[in-house]
Every structure is written in structure tokens, then in C-alpha cells.
């Protein structure tokens, strides 16, 4: 019996080392390929979660690549950021998504909770070191155990069907993140929905973490001597994202001052280029990501006070009557 044991040990050592051997000669295989490279004329790239990932159709956009992601927090921003940056020299400037809703404690859920660890493990897998794999396991480690193996087999699949198919993560960016084309809007439905919640400013627990992982994206932009500008765009005047507004200014303040920083908030959308209160569907976007490029071509990214001149575009923007303001009190239920 002890025989037995002990050779189902050594069987079961010899398969895991194979395993992981068989893994990282698939990575080697990936790091020597055009994986992680974008096109020459990507300059600008955009990173966030769902709300920059249904806003900015980078179709429409020139030079420009989506890497936005749906529930992503900054620790696996900082991942893709750690490994895109450095092999992409071309990019110029980064910006990245800071929203409402990112400094709030319950997104530390996002990085290992029970629904967005198998989803995340086997896509970052690649890109993780000890620390990373240590703060999964440490948070979460009956979910990790269950998915590792898992994911080094997912990988394994995958990074040698890439190889062979010479695939790179733009072409196939719904890995990593991309433009998500929502066709419908709800807005008006919610609003005259009886559960309708408005909300009231509170105060919100604070996830440090996450706001580490964004400094964190940050200093390797710079690092690597991109211009990084932080962004929120924009959400329904309805969404109960915003109620914790003092404190997400506050945190602006005091740990993003020297960061150059644009607010979309005021952008007049009407409903029905909102999918739902924080989204926007496929026509806002359009309008959004139409209007961004031209801000571009403007010379955005040159001037100095730059919220200054996205201000007074959008204040053209109202004046020509072309996009009404959002939330105005006249689409409101009992108005």
C-alpha cells in the first residue's frame, strides 16, 4: 500500500512538472510572437471597465485601441498595462477610466470573488507573478485552488492555438478587453419604473486596493514615458454611481493632482444613447466616440487645460441644440 502511494506522489509530481514545463514553453512560444504588439499607428489606448467599454467605439476613433473591460478592476488593468506598455512604443498617450464606482470597497470582489476568479484567472494567468497569483490565493483560496490547474490547462490549449494561428491580442481583444456594442435602451422604462432608486449622497467605503493597482498603472505609464490621463465618462444624471461624488473627488484631489484629468459627465446625450443608466448603447457611443475623435483632432491632448476646452466643446455642443441634455427634468417621471 505504502508502494502504491507513494508512486500515485511521484506520478502525480512528474505530471504537474510536466504540466508546467509543457506551460511555459507555450509562453516563451507567446513572448516570442506579435502577441502583445498593436498596429504601428496605435497611439492612443483606453483602459476601464464596462462604462469606457460600451463608450468608446474605437472604429470611429482614430489611432486609437479599446482595451476596456467589463468588471475590471486596476489589479488586472495593471496586468495587461504591465505587459502592452513596454512592447508597444508607439503609444503615446493612456488613458485610463476612473469612475464612481472604482473607489468603492465592494470592486476588491471583482479581482478574486467566486464569480470573476475563473473568468479572470485563465486570461491573465499569463501575466501574473508570485505576488499577483499570492493576493488571489491569500483572498480567495478555495476558488484559486479549484481553478488553477484549470487555467494552466486553458493556457496550454490556447497559447498554442495562437501560435499556430498567429493571432494577436487586438485581433482578438475580446481576451483583453474592446469596443461592446449594446443595440437597445432601457432608460426610459427605469425611469418609469415604481423601483426607480435616485439615491442620495453617501458616504462609501473606500477600496484602497484598487486605487493602489491605479497608482500603480500609472507609474509604469510613466515609466515608460507615456502621457496618462485619467477620464470618466459619462453616465445617466440618474445613476446612483454618482451619489458618492464628494468622496470620489476628494480622492481626486489628494492622490491625482498631478495627473491630468477630463470629466464627460456634462456630455449632452439624450436617453435613448443610453443603454441603461451606466452604459451607453451603440448609437451614444457613436455620437460619443464621433465627437472624442474630432476633440482629438482639435488638439485635446496639446493644451493644457484640457477639461477647459472639453468644457467649452460641450457647451457648443448644447448650444446648437443638436444633443439635449441629459436628465432634464421634462424626461422625468411625473414631468
Known sequence: MKRFIKSAIYFF????????????????????????KLPNDTKYVVFGDSHSECAFNDSLIDNFANFANSGEAFFYTYLKARKLIPKNKQIEVVFIEYSNNQITKEIDNWIWDDVYLPIRLPTYLPLMDYSDLRLLMDNNPNMFRNQIVKSVLKNIS?????????????????????????????????ILSPNVKLGKKNHQTISKLNIKYLEKTIKLCEKYNKQVILIRPPVHIMSVSLNNDDEYKRILIN????????????????????????????????????????????????????????NEEIKYERTTAKYPQVGQLTSLKGN
Not at 504540466?19 to 516570442?32: F, R, S, T
Not at 451603440?282 to 484640457?306: C, D, M, P, Q, R
Open 158 to 190: 490556447y497559447n498554442y492555438r495562437t501560435i499556430a494561428f498567429k493571432r494577436n491580442c487586438l485581433k482578438n481583444s475580446i481576451r483583453f478587453g474592446g469596443y461592446f456594442f449594446r443595440t437597445k435602451s432601457v432608460v426610459d422604462s427605469l
Open 13 to 36: 509530481i512528474s505530471f504537474i512538472l510536466i504540466l508546467l514545463v509543457i506551460y511555459l514553453i507555450g509562453i516563451y512560444g507567446i513572448e516570442a510572437t506579435s502577441y502583445y
Open 255 to 310: 492622490r491625482f493632482r498631478n495627473i491630468d484629468y477630463i470629466d464627460f459627465q456634462n456630455y449632452p446625450l439624450k436617453n435613448i444613447g443610453f443603454y441603461d443608466f451606466d452604459h451607453l448603447n451603440s448609437y451614444g457611443a457613436t455620437e460619443f466616440s464621433i465627437w472624442f475623435n474630432i476633440l482629438i483632432s482639435k488638439g485635446l491632448l496639446e493644451v493644457t487645460e484640457k477639461q477647459s476646452f472639453v
